[in-house]
């Protein structure tokens, strides 16, 4: 290379490096959407059917 194929090259910008978005290769939002989803299954189980579901009290 000449000198000046040298210079150019060494004054370059670095691209710029994506921190966040699509493409990004950041999974923690779909984990957090399925824990979420799953914790949310649980508790209306545990509500409805496993406490045998909303029962009327009458006193």
Not at 4 to 10: F, T
Not at 23 to 33: E, H, K, P, R
Not at 38 to 54: A, E, N
Request: net charge negative; no cysteine.
């Amino acid at each position: 290379m000449t000198k000046l194929e040298n210079d150019s090259k060494a004054t370059e910008p670095e691209p710029e490096r994506s921190t966040g978005g699509a493409g990004a290769g950041s999974t923690w939002g779909f984990g957090l959407f399925i824990g979420v989803l799953v914790v949310t299954l649980v508790f209306f189980w545990w509500l409805l059917i496993y406490s045998h579901g909303v029962v009327p009290h009458h006193g």
